[in-house]
């Protein structure tokens, strides 16, 4: 399974160029993504978390094309997506689908459930009249909801509601490949649950692969397989869900770790925190040598000024940083 | 926090039989809810049936002199009279039929005008929201410049130099307010394509003219609506005042303009040759500015409210 | 700051280029000046002459060439009527007209933020349906015609004000209270709109919470943003009522630029027309150029920002 | 210990268009001294708005509070918020009850200075003078951990970061050494590194001054780490209260059971799926006069369906509103 992933991600950047000056003329360069590379196998669910600005959403985006990379590669099933014309690339949109984080904002809101869920196979001239009315009841039902609301409009519907339109629209062509952009961060708790199960459900059942993207780590640990964390617009850390947590080689992740709240209090009480100073810098004036190194607890002098590369520390488990696996002292 | 949503409570309230008393009361309330919009296309109904039916409504023609009858007040002054409802002006000339007649051109340049700035504008401002780049740069600079002008000031004095006719008023106005339609459909096609759902259409496979059709169209229908009727409004306004210093359509033309700009030498003897134009003026802006502000509240479905 | 107003002064001066082409080719728009400022009756010959003193005869880019250059050494041209340069015939008649703008503007700040406030604090009171009504009436009633109609009742059949004319201290009440009625009913919505707004935002709510008293969280918190939302709208305004005295100054007969623009169409003296209409522009950009430097001023966002 | 705020009854609807909003129906409880108290429930349970009915700080017209009391242990004595006239109940905001909002963004006025806006409130209660005041701010701000604070006292709130902004309003809220601090989801708008910066900060102030504070929250994780004291809000009611340690490891309503299992948890090396709880909340503009959480409870029987389950004791300091776990009890 290892040997052909799904989709490969090399080295891929994303700089945005925001004009300044008088006239212009003069940009300020953004490394919003700044050489990410991963890969994802079929069927599985590879999480990208991280705090808001480090790029995750960007990553996502890029993955799909919706951005043009700055440079870098993604293969998707051995092809590379960056450089095909655009008229085969539109053909691979029925394997890649996406959901997005806003269920309010993401919905046409002049559009039917119906059309909404329809579009794509509509755009790829799939299916149509009652063929096409039978997909999408079926969807409908796949997903949890009533077929006979099909033709309401998305105000009508709740939040948990509107995602699961989202996620029947994206399975709609029936993709090898979803990325999920924050999905459930916009809802509520007993909510996030809904959705996250509905998801895992239809991954067993459908065999879909996730590009899982979240700023909370124990949704992305419950629903993930492999994980990267994300900082300032680099991967920092990935590994096995399980080997991130109970082994965290980046100083980032361990105080990442550290800081979310576990629902016991037990817990809690003999828990020790690592609480970072200050806040991630701006991508638009991002630190020299390693990124992390004005709020790292265990920088040194060579982290001010060469960059760490990422690598694979263990077997499966890659870090990208000097003193990867020291552990930090209480502070 | 109060977000209807489909939600087992509120199913249960859909089941209450509906008598025809109810419906009646729920009419009502929608009719009350609604009530600007519903003043303001009755006003403007009424406007549109003068003007398409004038000589069904009245049986005399706006040219007709009658020296005989001339100068006479409205029929509730003591000299007035049925037969000329509204009076006549100092050629005999009836007042309601000049009104009824002068409507035509009021609407007619206000409608075309409007449509016309409508059309130059949403393709420019298209135009420059989707190319972008220089192209947005060349367009918008003119409708940028246009739009710091003093208006009235620049329609009177393109207006003088082209000379009075019925199509130099309607291109005109057409032109000269294309700006405002330009710079809205920019703002609201920028606004849409930053969209969530044009960025999940395009996910799903999308193309340009796709998104343009499907998503952005139906999306900018309302503003545009909206303004189109403020337009329609101020349309009328600007024909007033051109007609008020002859510079509108052809002084045989009863337009209301021209018929301000005639009665006004005579305000202080006949002063309903002023007063009865005038007011249809008000009459129809009023209708035009309700409807927009009607059409500006429904126009977004997300603030509409279900009719439960 | 420094460099969004170098920014606002250069966009100002692109715009006032775009103004002068325009008058420019607008009086060229026909494709003949000549016959357009001659009477009909005028004889071939003179037509041929007047082209000649006019300059009209050269190649297009020429002409204008010699134009801007005069322009920017303040010679806009000789007035046909007058025989002599526009500019100070202009110029003569631009203190009456600032004088009702001011008087105008004056009237709808005074009255129409005040009860945009009120309408927007107390929204669904009294004073909100009555300020909404003076709103849409404004925006419905065409003011020309209420002058007309003002004169007859307060001037004609009252006598309280002068007829027409400027020669008295109480003539600008009447035209100014004409002219401001439009901008009045605009300023009003706005002011609702954004007392509205501002009253609804958070920070608002943490004024509350704070403990302070009523009237100090509606002065030191909610008044300057919703000014800062204001001070735009009123450049525009004032702007707009320069150019829009055009009708008013022709019913109340005041001495202004807009009376000397209605006689000089009577004249069909256009260079003495395309002066004003340039002159007035220009001011209008002078004053919308002075509003974004003053929004600049006030809001601490643009006054530290980049 | 003694109580320093005891709400009782409270009732308060929104009058909108669409109809009567039953936001929060007959809420009770006791806020003791020196507690920390979380208020947890989903959006639209009605934990923000009965504090902040309590308060006054919602618009009325649509609000109203239409009934209850609010006995607040004031400097002065004891005091009825809900009867309360605005000068009295200004004076006791911000002067002896503090607040924090959720979005530091915007709750801040964006066009004043960080320091008058903390300073503005040091004068109203205090009565000191500006200078006074400007020191008091000064030393403020370095308590809740800006540096550079005699520097920032300047800045406007745009030159802040997100968490940055957030300790401006906790210096806000402790300025005038209030008896109750009232955070309504104070990090939920930042990310987890800063919000475990901003929790420690709480937990230091609470030490160093005492306060009694009331932490409104959606997220039972967070609690666990920080309240005494957890009161669990569905449908503008209270389902379940209990001591933090209690509710976690014994919780009794089918609605944190529920919640708690929807949560996943980093400690766990399991991979089973989350309990989810079926369904969505009830419409408010319907008067319920059932169990509000019937609908979607896996154990309702007849009883739940026909009349309201009042919190009934079952342990110590624990509280629950449900049939069914009574019967249970018994």
Redesign the interface.
């Known amino acids: 399974m290892r040997a052909q992933p799904l989709l490969r991600v090399n080295d891929l950047k994303k700089h945005f160029y925001i004009p ?4 212009g003329q003069e940009t300020i360069e953004v490394k919003a993504v700044d050489g990410v590379s991963f890969d994802l196998n079929a069927g599985e669910t590879l999480g990208l978390v991280g705090e808001s600005g480090c790029g995750k959403s960007t990553t996502g985006r890029t993955v799909l094309k919706l951005y043009r990379p700055t440079s870098g590669n993604v293969f998707f099933d051995e092809k590379d997506i960056t450089s095909i014309p655009g008229e085969e690339l539109n053909k691979l949109r029925t394997r890649i689908q996406m959901v997005f984080q806003d269920p309010y904002a993401s919905l046409n809101p002049r559009h039917t459930v119906k059309t909404i869920v329809s579009e794509p196979l509509v755009i790829h001239g799939l299916m149509k009249g009652a063929e096409l009315d039978e997909r999408v009841k079926e969807l409908m039902e796949l997903v949890g909801l009533n077929p006979s609301y099909m033709k309401r409009f998305p105000h009508e519907f709740s939040g948990g509601q509107r995602q699961r339109i989202m996620i029947a629209r994206a399975l709609s062509v029936n993709p090898d490949f979803v990325v999920c952009d924050e999905p459930i961060s916009a809802l509520d708790v007993s909510i996030q649950a809904q959705v996250v199960n509905l998801l895992q459900n239809l991954q067993e059942r459908l065999g879909v692969a996730y590009l899982f993207i979240a700023h909370d780590l124990s949704m992305v640990k419950h629903i993930s397989h492999r994980i990267a964390v994300m900082y300032l617009g680099k991967i920092v850390e990935l590994a096995g869900r399980h080997e991130i947590f109970d082994n965290p080689l980046h100083p980032y992740t361990q105080s990442l770790t550290s800081a979310v709240p576990i629902p016991s209090p037990k817990m809690e009480r003999k828990r020790q925190r690592i609480i970072l100073k200050g806040e991630p810098p701006s991508p638009a004036n991002p630190p020299k040598g390693c990124v992390f190194h004005p709020r790292c607890p265990i920088a040194r002098d060579i982290c001010k000024t060469e960059v760490p590369q990422i690598a694979e520390v263990q077997p499966g488990h890659f870090a990208a940083c000097h003193f990867a696996g020291t552990p930090i002292q209480d502070t | 926090m109060a977000n209807k949503s489909i939600s087992h409570g509120a199913d249960s309230r859909l089941e209450i039989e509906s008598t025809f008393k109810d419906r009646l009361s729920y009419l009502g309330r929608l009719l009350w809810r609604d009530r600007t919009g519903v003043v303001g296309i009755l006003i403007f109904t009424t406007v549109v049936i003068a003007a398409v039916f004038a000589e069904f409504l009245t049986p005399y023609k706006p040219l007709d002199q009658d020296l005989y009858a001339s100068k006479m007040p409205p029929m509730w002054e003591e000299e007035g009279s049925p037969e000329h409802p509204l009076g006549t002006d100092n050629l005999g000339r009836d007042m309601m039929a000049r009104i009824f007649y002068g409507a035509r051109v009021s609407l007619g340049v206000s409608f075309f005008g409007a449509i016309i700035a409508a059309i130059l504008g949403v393709v420019l401002g298209a135009v420059a929201a989707y190319v972008g780049g220089r192209w947005d740069e060349i367009i918008m ?2 409708v ?2 246009v739009l ?7 329609v ?3 207006a ?3 000379g009075s006719s019925l199509l130099n008023v309607i291109l005109i106005f057409g032109v000269t307010n294309s700006p405002i339609f330009a710079r809205v459909t920019r703002g609201e096609v920028l606004k849409i394509r930053e969209s969530a759902y044009v960025e999940s259409a395009i996910s799903a496979g999308a193309r340009w003219w796709r998104v343009l059709l499907f998503h952005v169209m139906p999306n900018l229908v309302g503003p545009l609506v909206t303004l189109i009727s403020f337009q329609i ?1 101020a349309m009328i ?1 600007y024909e ?2 051109l007609g ?2 002859g ?1 509108s359509v052809p002084p045989t033309v009863p337009s209301w303009g021209n018929m ?1 700009s005639e009665g ?1 030498r005579y ?2 003897s006949y ?1 309903w040759l ?2 009865m134009p ?1 007011l249809a ?2 009459y129809t ?2 209708g035009m ?2 409807l927009g502000d009607w059409l500006r509240d429904v126009s977004d479905p997300r603030t509409r409210r279900s009719g439960r | 700051m420094l ?1 969004y107003s ?2 606002k002064v ?1 966009q100002s001066l ?2 006032a280029m ?2 002068l082409i ?2 420019f080719a ?2 060229r ?2 494709g003949d000046p000549a016959s ?1 400022m001659m009477s009909r009756n005028a004889s071939a010959e003179e037509r041929e002459a007047f082209r000649e003193v006019m300059g009209f005869n050269r190649p297009v880019l020429v002409q204008f060439g010699d134009w801007i250059t005069h322009v920017f050494m303040g010679d806009f041209g000789d007035s046909l009527h007058f025989r002599e340069p526009a500019l100070p015939l202009v110029l003569q008649r631009l203190p009456a007209t600032i004088r009702l703008a001011a008087t105008g503007l004056a009237f709808a700040i005074l009255i129409g933020i005040p009860l945009g406030l009120i309408a927007g604090f107390r929204a669904n009171s009294l004073v909100d349906f009555f300020g909404r009504l003076i709103a ?2 404004g ?4 003011n ?3 002058g ?2 003002l ?2 009742i307060f001037a ?1 059949r009252l006598g309280w004000f002068p007829v027409f004319g400027a020669d008295k201290p109480e003539s600008v009440v009447l035209p100014a209270f004409v002219l401001s009625l439009p901008v009045m009913g605009e300023l009003l919505r706005l002011t609702r709109s954004a007392a509205l707004e501002v009253r ?4 608002v ?10 009237y ?1 969280i509606y002065i ?2 909610v008044l ?2 919703v000014a ?1 939302s204001l001070v735009s709208v009123i450049g525009v305004e004032f ?2 009522m ?3 005295s ?2 008013i100054e ?2 109340f007969a005041w001495p202004g630029m807009g009376q000397l ?2 006689q000089a ?1 009577g004249w069909r003296d ?1 260079p003495l ?2 002066t ?2 340039v002159f ?2 220009l001011v ?2 002078g004053l ?1 150029l002075l509003t974004d430097l003053i929004y600049a001023l ?4 643009i006054r ?1 920002g ?1 | 210990m003694a109580s320093i705020l005891k709400v009782k009854n409270l009732v308060t609807k929104f009058h909108t268009v669409d109809g009567v909003v039953n936001a929060v129906n007959d809420v009770s409880f006791l806020l003791e001294d020196g507690e920390t108290l979380a208020i947890v429930g989903e959006s639209g349970s009605g934990k923000s708005v009965s504090m902040m009915s309590i ?3 919602l ?1 009325m017209p649509p609000a109203k509070v239409e009934g209850g009391q609010a006995l607040f242990n004031s400097k002065d004595g004891p005091v009825d918020l809900i009867q309360l006239p ?1 000068e009295a ?7 002896q009850i ?2 924090v ?1 959720q ?1 530091p963004g ?7 200075t960080i320091g008058k806006q903390i300073s ?2 040091l004068i ?2 205090l009565g000191i003078s500006g200078r006074e005041a400007k020191d008091k701010t000064v030393s403020l701000l370095a308590e809740v951990g800006i540096p550079d604070p005699t520097l920032r006292f300047d800045a ?1 709130p ?2 802040l970061s997100g968490g940055m902004r957030q300790r401006v ?1 906790i210096a ?1 809220a402790v300025a005038c050494a209030p008896r109750i601090v009232i955070a309504d989801e104070p990090t939920t708008a930042l990310d987890v590194t800063i919000q475990a910066q901003i929790v420690n900060l709480f937990k230091e102030l609470r030490v160093k001054m005492g306060v009694s504070t009331i932490w409104i929250t959606h997220d039972l994780g967070l609690v666990a780490g920080l309240a005494d004291r957890v009161l669990v809000m569905y449908a503008g009611q209270i389902l379940e209260s209990a001591q933090v340690d209690e509710l976690y490891e014994n919780p009794k309503h089918p609605y944190t059971i529920g919640l708690l299992g929807a949560l996943p948890r980093l400690d766990t090396q399991e991979s089973k799926r989350l309990v989810s709880i079926d369904g969505t909340p009830p419409d408010s503009t319907i008067l319920i006069h059932h169990c509000p959480f019937a609908w979607r409870c896996a154990h309702a029987f007849e009883r739940c369906w026909n009349e309201k389950p009042a919190l009934t004791t079952v342990g110590e300091k624990h509280t629950v509103a449900c049939f069914y776990a009574m019967e249970e009890g018994r």
């Open positions: 300044t000056g008088l006239f | 600079a003119p940028n410049l710091s002008l003093p208006y009235l000031l620049f009177v004095f393109i003088s130099v082209l409004s306004f007033a005042g008020f210093i510079l301000l006004r305000i202080s002063p002023t007063t005038g003026i008000m802006s009023l500015n309700l | 460099k170098f920014r250069g692109l715009l775009g103004v325009l008058a607008m009086v728009m026909t357009l849409l009436l925006q419905s009633i065409p020309f015609w209420l007309l109609i004169i007859l004609q609804n935002e958070d920070f709510r943490t004024a509350f919470s704070k403990g302070l008293h009523r100090a030191q918190h300057p943003n800062i702007g707009y320069l150019g829009g055009i009708y022709t019913v623009v209605g169409l256009f027309v395309q004003i209409v007035t522009s209008v950009l919308n006030i809001d601490p966002r530290h980049k | 308060m006054g700080l618009p605005y109940m200004s004076d006791i905001r911000g002067g503090g607040f909002f979005d915007t709750s801040l006025n964006p066009i004043l503005e409130t109203r209660h406007f745009f030159q309003m806000i």
